[in-house]
């Protein structure tokens, strides 16, 4: 019968500590496995994997070398099949058989392991091998844990490379903390799992406003920026003649370069609309925003010329796009039912901004802007040229409107 580690109880309250106060992953299991060492535990490698909540990847690993001090993260993208390295690991016996804990001992004479991990492990000097699962949900009454679509909770491996490897003690200890720490590791997964998905469905910028607390129907700030709205054309002919997995391949490939060149400009991505998207640019002066703004669009117009040439070259069907931009005051929060919110933005600047994007095509200009754009930029580098002064629908005032010139190379 093993006794409880003297430690235990200290290790304990400062797992659960830095549960409460939100410490990140990395920095809770790197003082964990310090604290491990510290009290005579001779661990020589820990791994913690876990499902990821996470539209690029299906699970994250963390490792902790002693040699090293400090953890590494390891994301693992999604895969339709598992791949052969998952189906070998320790980790996913203890998964497929239930059992979750499995302790091999590497320092037998001539010892090898049916698993590939641990015969390297041994090589390195790895002497004893403690693996276990926790899980952060109860599974269904008589229905076995699927290994290759699993439930949210840990597994997490201990490795020494001391000779006799782990006693009974450093067990006990193990055992004895392994749910304070299951508790922390759920605290800080679930807090990253919530910024990730938030900032993904979302936006960066929404996200963090929500995630902060900023949850209210009606709560609206009043910012002045340059609204970008972007638009596919020919996209409904295309639909009509096009299978839907590879129109929604082709649309994902598209917006995955307009959402980048968005990003990499400062801007935030509001929302998609079917072909389209908004965006908008907030930098504290009128200046940078529409600088940043006009960068972006003459990087997308490169971009997306690129993607169709690339794309015609395959054989893939191919499309072009519309940007309409336009600088004001809008109304940025959260607006909807009290069951059903969207954080957006609102305002004259945002409809006429929607009514540029509809001059395109009596214009014959793929690039539209307002005047308050080249008055914002008027000493800038980007040459725009003036398309005269319209009357738009719902707007009282006459407008004079702007396109972007490029000089073709």
């Excluded at 690993?61 to 590494?72: N, P």
């Excluded at 009128?286 to 990087?299: F, H, P, W």
């Amino acid at each position: 019968m093993s006794h409880p580690h003297p430690a235990a109880a200290d290790l304990s309250e400062w797992l659960l500590a830095r549960g409460l106060d939100g410490t990140p992953r990395e920095d809770l299991l790197t003082g964990y496995c310090t604290r491990l060492v510290g009290v005579g535990l001779p661990l020589y490698r820990l791994h913690l994997a876990q499902r990821a909540l996470h539209p690029r990847f299906g699970g994250i690993g963390f490792d902790w070398l002693r040699t090293g001090g400090k953890v590494s993260l390891q994301q693992y993208a999604h895969t339709d099949s598992p791949v052969q390295g998952w189906l070998q690991s320790p980790l996913y016996v203890i998964l497929e058989t239930g059992e979750l804990e499995l302790r091999e001992r590497l320092d037998t004479p001539g010892h090898q392991s049916r698993f590939p991990l641990l015969n390297d492990l041994r090589e390195q000097g790895a002497t004893d091998y403690f693996a276990s699962g926790l899980l952060f949900e109860t599974p269904p009454e008589n229905v076995a844990i699927d290994p290759n679509n699993t439930p949210e909770g840990m597994l997490i491996s201990w490795t020494s490379d001391a000779p006799g490897g782990f006693s009974e003690t450093d067990l006990a200890l193990i055992r004895a903390t392994l749910p304070q720490l299951g508790l922390a590791m759920k605290s800080a997964s679930n807090r990253r799992i919530a910024h990730d998905l938030l900032g993904t469905y979302l936006g960066r910028d929404a996200g963090a406003r929500v995630l902060s607390g900023e949850i209210q129907r009606g709560s609206l700030q009043r910012i002045d920026a340059v609204i970008l709205y972007f638009d596919l054309t020919g996209f409904t002919s295309l639909a009509e003649r096009t299978p839907g997995p590879d129109l929604i391949a082709m649309l994902n490939t598209y917006f995955a370069v307009v959402v980048e060149a968005i990003h990499a400009g400062g801007g935030h991505v509001l929302k998609f609309m079917g072909d389209g998207l908004l965006a908008m640019f907030d930098q504290p002066q009128a200046a940078v925003a529409a600088g940043a703004a006009l960068d972006t669009v003459v990087t997308l117009n490169g971009e997306i010329t690129a993607l169709n040439l690339s794309r015609t070259a395959q054989g893939l069907p191919v499309t072009d796009h519309t940007i309409a931009l336009h600088a004001g005051e809008i109304f940025y929060g959260n607006i909807g039912a009290e069951t059903r919110l969207d954080f957006t933005v609102i305002g004259p600047a945002v409809n006429l901004t929607a009514r540029l994007s509809g001059m395109h095509r009596a214009l014959d200009q793929k690039v539209i802007l307002s005047e308050p754009i080249r008055s914002a930029v008027r000493d800038g580098p980007h040459d725009l040229v003036s398309l005269g002064r319209y009357m738009l629908r719902g707007v009282s005032q006459p407008q004079e409107l702007f396109t972007l010139y490029t000089r073709e190379e």
